[in-house]
């Protein structure tokens, strides 16, 4: 009996000393990866930007997810982080002579994790940047102009992270020969009653994007309201065209992957991250059904997307 | 079913039970407080359908059908039961010109029982017949958002009605609508129509109120026609951001004309039917709240309440279909003399004595109330629905329930969990149980996997095992005519409270492919199911010394199984052109169905369901202002139970429309739409019942 309880001992030993070496291995392994790339979450859209980033850059890197990613990372020179916990999670691990790129996360949560992560203060702004997911307010605006050049009216909703654009969301209007008509939305507030004023008055109504739970409710709202009033209705993602906004202006996760491609190259030329930035890459999709409900022609996908990069 | 060391219901339990525990801790975590990119991914619910597809077939758990406005309105149809003659495996049959049995996998009689029928979530399965009662739904054709229809056994999510599959009708949003709708139908069979739907707005949210009226005179052989008006409310408000709550309410009232229209050609003279009017209204509430951007509430309770009243005919009536017309003429020439014998005399007093007879038996009432909250809760790659629910059906009626008024109650709970294995590889999983008071337990399993082949194909594997407990009528049936002096004189038909759950075991494959270059979709699904303990009438000799006096009784007697193959094809080939192709197979054994105690012994029958369905809908718009649709629908041979051996047969539809423009805001539409076009004319349900070429003119107007 005892030495069965010996030999179950020793290969327990053996085993936890197996488990040891092969983590030690990986470690090694991982460490001469000069550029480690950290996923939110092992998803589909996660492994589109880091698929799309690998046709662009061929510098090899390797490729974590949040979960799995450990102290290995130690020895990366730069870090790309894809998504918003991501960034959030590097941020507070990374070292000052360790760079990082944040990307395929909105402006505003890149902003928010600045402010509340005191290890931001450790890098120099060469060692840490950004590439949002979101489309500039002023590319838009724009948008709003061309799809209705005749519009006078240019109305928004804003929530809890969007409420801080309101007087950029004023200048870029008028800048783009609207007049602008906004309010500010509460969770405790009746998204109808707030809405149906706007969008009554407005002739074009720009849907911006906000935390999930006000996403939900009121681009839903706005869609009915929208659609009653004939008003067209400008939204953010392919979801939203699908759901019937009739134009959607975003940059999907191969773009931002392309763009974040281009960003490791010019990395490993220059050896610093350039300033944050707004997507160059970005598709615009029409729904024709509601455009033909709400009895508007639009012009050519292809005219607005020329007139948008002109314009950035 | 078989019991095995380590069910697949053991497992599913076990991971179920693990989910939710999981689900517990992590929505116990602190969550991030920023926003992140996921806010530019959440699922919106649709609007204005911009690919007419539903978003996420490829990660369903089932096979589904989404039938969608633009379909509703190139089909042409002016019954909403008319729309499943589009989904492959269905099948759609007019029992009489106003009454309609829909079906899957056949396997029916005039009423089709194992079928879910749902109208934004809220249950319109009558226990009073076992099955939806399609002419008193208090809905408007053009109420129609959208159907989704689930193809396979789904009463692990929607409980015991759901044993074969599942149709959820969901009407338009308020707010999404035009403020004033007119419509008017006119047509072949005296076919008259009105609607008129209006919709406004307050400060808290969106309401709509419809009105209808229609009346035709039914088929030229049977004049079975028949007259409704209804109305309904539905109100959509949103107090706060998290919240939404939404009613609808209705009443619907009018009558039909029913009868078994069949016979032998020689004494069609015995064909009965009678006039049966009915009432019916419904009142629905759902509120849901977001707890938060992962975790959803939802409430919903509902009741509704159908009365149906079967003309109560004279004795004069009900022998007038039981003798040739020369025999009575000649009771017309002496009718003193008839009424005067004692037989005329005895029957009458057995009328008299048993005052709720009906000859159809299509007569009571029946109230159904249902609570249930679920909680939906989504984490990293696992969603989650949990919830309970609580039904309360009660029945009354003096053919059906002879022995006093009867009343169910039944309790649920269920769990429904997806689970991201990997970024290509879906687990899907759900459990119900159900108990009834008094009664038998019935438990639901059901677990599948999708897998996604490449970026636009997925592979599909589903396995379920179901019970469906009885419903009212099939547990409380009984009938007995009685003798002035109290005494039994003809046993028609004995309750069945023993009667245990029916239950089915099915498995499928199902691929879908969604095209990358054009807007559309092909979907395959490959089935096998078999079904024990079917619940069908079993013929018994009332007393062993006269074997002729029968009485029926419902029994667990039915044992069959259906294999096949199912497609649907979808393709928007341009923005003017776009069609919708359906095809079924379906091999069909009835293993089991010793429906006679008495020396019919078993039969079995392939027919009770077609070996082949087709379907084909194009849509054409040569102009922004015109559309032309043309459907063809082809059904292979059938047996009805209750019904006739029905051939093979073919229809085609032609719908044509034109809109104008009145104004910013108006428009005017007039449509024109022939159903069985070549008019060949056929039969659905009844040898004598015949579907001939029927041609209808609409006018709408919209503000």
């Known amino acids: 009996m005892n030495g069965y309880l010996t030999l179950k001992v020793s290969l327990k030993k053996l085993f936890m000393a197996l488990c040891i070496l092969l983590v030690l291995c990986l470690s090694i392994i991982k460490s001469y990866a000069a550029v480690s790339v950290v996923l939110s979450e092992n998803t589909q859209t996660y492994l589109n930007v880091v698929s799309a980033m690998e046709q662009t850059s061929h510098h090899p890197v390797q490729v974590y997810s949040l979960s799995d990613q450990t102290q290995t990372l130690a020895s990366s020179q730069l870090f790309i982080a894809i998504g918003a916990r991501a960034c959030q999670s590097v941020l507070t691990a990374i070292q000052s002579h360790q760079y990082l790129f944040c990307t395929f996360l909105p402006s505003q949560a890149y ?19 950004a590439l949002f997911l979101d489309q500039p307010l002023e590319r838009q605006v724009h948008l709003a102009r061309l799809i209705k050049p005749e519009a006078q009216y240019l109305g928004t909703l804003l929530g809890p992270n969007s409420h801080h654009l309101t007087a950029h969301f004023d200048a870029y209007s008028r800048k783009h020969h609207f007049t602008p008509i906004s309010a500010r939305l509460f969770e405790s507030d009746n998204p109808v009653q707030e809405l149906t004023p706007i969008i009554e008055q407005s002739d074009v109504f720009l849907s911006l994007p906000d935390n999930a739970l006000f996403n939900k409710s009121a681009t839903r709202w706005s869609l009915y309201i929208a659609l009653r009033n004939k008003v067209p209705l400008i939204g953010f993602s392919a979801s939203y065209v699908d759901a019937g906004a009739v134009i959607g202006l975003y940059s999907t996760p191969t773009q931002i992957g392309r763009q974040t491609g281009e960003i490791l190259d010019f990395f490993m030329e220059h050896r610093y991250l350039p300033p944050p930035s707004f997507p160059n890459y970005f598709s615009l999709s029409v729904n024709r059904s509601a455009a033909r409900t709400l009895q508007i022609t639009l012009p050519e996908v292809d005219e607005m997307l020329d007139a948008l990069k002109a314009g950035k | 079913m078989p019991n095995r060391p380590f ?27 920023f926003p992140t990119e996921n806010d530019f991914f959440t699922d919106i619910p649709v609007v204005t359908s911009a690919t007419r597809l539903s978003q996420n077939l490829t990660e369903a758990p089932a096979s589904i059908t989404v039938i969608d406005k633009a379909t509703i309105t190139a089909s042409g149809a002016i019954t909403v039961p008319d729309l499943f003659r589009l989904v ?6 007019h029992v ?12 029916t009689n005039d009423f089709p029982n194992r079928l879910e029928v749902m109208i934004d979530g809220r249950s319109v399965y009558m226990p009073l017949i076992s099955a939806p009662d399609w002419s008193s739904l208090g809905l408007h054709i053009s109420d129609i958002e959208r159907i989704e229809v689930i193809r396979g056994s789904n009463t692990a999510t929607h409980g015991s009605n759901a044993f074969m599959g599942a149709i959820n009708i969901i009407t338009r949003h308020p707010a999404a609508e035009p403020r004033l709708h007119l419509s008017s139908t006119l047509g072949s069979l005296d076919t008259q129509m009105a609607h008129v739907r209006f919709t406004e707005a307050n400060a808290s949210g969106h309401y709509r109120v419809s009105l209808s009226h229609e009346s035709n005179s039914g088929s030229k052989r049977f004049q079975d026609g028949g007259q409704r008006s209804y109305m309904s409310f539905a109100g959509s408000f949103s107090p706060t951001l998290q919240d939404q709550v939404d009613v609808w309410l209705g009443y619907d009232t009018g009558h039909i004309t029913i009868g078994s229209l069949k016979a032998p050609s020689y004494r069609l003279y015995s064909i009965y039917t009678a006039r049966r009017d009915y009432d019916a209204d419904y009142q629905h509430l759902r509120w ?8 959803q509430i939802n409430l919903t309770a509902y009741r509704s309440h159908v009365r149906l009243e079967e003309e109560n005919k004279s004795l004069d009536d009900l022998l007038h279909s039981l003798i040739s ?9 002496y009718p003193d003399l008839v009424r005067q014998s004692a037989s005329y005399r005895k029957m009458q007093s057995l009328l008299d004595t048993n005052p709720g007879f009906r000859r159809l038996g299509e007569d009571g009432s029946t109230t159904q109330h249902d609570l249930q909250l679920a909680i939906n809760h989504q984490e990293g790659k696992l969603q989650n629905t949990a919830g309970m629910g609580l039904r309360y059906d009660q029945g009354k009626s003096g053919i059906l329930f002879q022995d006093g008024n009867v009343s169910s109650t039944r309790i649920r709970i269920f769990d429904h969990l997806q689970y991201s294995i990997k970024p290509n590889l879906i687990l899907n999983m759900g459990a119900l149980f159900e108990k009834q008071e008094g009664g038998s337990a019935a438990h639901s399993y059901r677990i599948g996997g999708n897998y996604r082949l490449t970026d636009n194909s997925t592979l599909r594997l589903g396995y379920s095992e179901s019970e469906r407990l009885p419903s009212l009528v099939e547990r409380h049936h009984n009938f007995t005519l009685y003798n002035p002096d109290g005494s039994a004189y003809d046993t028609s038909v004995i309750a069945s409270s023993n009667l245990k759950p029916e239950q089915i075991n099915s498995s499928e494959i199902g691929f879908i492919h969604k095209f990358s270059h054009l807007p559309g979709y092909i979907d395959l699904r490959l089935f096998h199911e078999k079904v024990t303990q079917g619940i069908a009438s079993y013929n018994l000799a009332v007393q062993e010394e006269h074997p002729s006096q029968r009485a029926r009784q419902n029994r667990n007697i039915g044992e069959w199984r259906n294999q096949g193959i199912e497609t649907q094809l979808k393709l928007q080939l341009n923005d003017d052109i776009w069609f919708l192709a359906n095809y079924a197979y379906i091999d069909t054994d009835a293993v089991q169905w010793t429906n006679d105690g ?27 202002d015109w559309q032309l649709s043309a459907s063809h629908y082809f059904m292979g041979n059938v047996h009805w139970l209750e019904g006739d051996d029905k051939n093979a047969y073919n229809r085609t539809d032609v719908r044509l429309s034109k809109q104008w423009r009145i104004g910013a805001k ?13 008019n060949k004319t056929y039969q659905e349900f009844y040898d004598y019942h015949d579907f001939e070429r029927r041609t209808y003119l609409q006018l709408r107007l919209t503000y």
């Open chain 2, 598 to 624: 008495i020396g019919g012994g078993f039969f079995n029958r392939s027919m009770l369901s077609p070996k082949h369905t087709a379907s084909l809908l194009i849509n054409w718009s040569p102009a922004p």
């Open chain 2, 288 to 295: 849901r709240r977001d707890l938060s951007d992962k975790t």
């Open chain 1, 111 to 129: 902003e928010l994790i600045l402010q509340t992560t005191q290890a931001s203060l450790r890098l120099s702004q060469e060692h840490l940047s």
């Open chain 2, 325 to 333: 017309p020369s025999e009575y003429a000649l009771w017309q020439l």
């Open chain 2, 96 to 107: 009489n010109t106003n009454k309609f049995g829909v079906t899957y996998h056949g396997f």
């Open chain 2, 7 to 33: 069910s697949i219901r053991s497992f599913i339990l076990l991971i179920l039970l693990t989910a939710c525990s999981c689900v517990s801790i992590s929505y116990a975590q602190t969550d991030l407080i």
């Open chain 2, 88 to 93: 492959p495996g269905f099948q759609t049959f």
């Open chain 2, 666 to 678: 108006q428009e005017l539409e007039t449509v024109v739409i022939v159903q069985n076009a070549f």
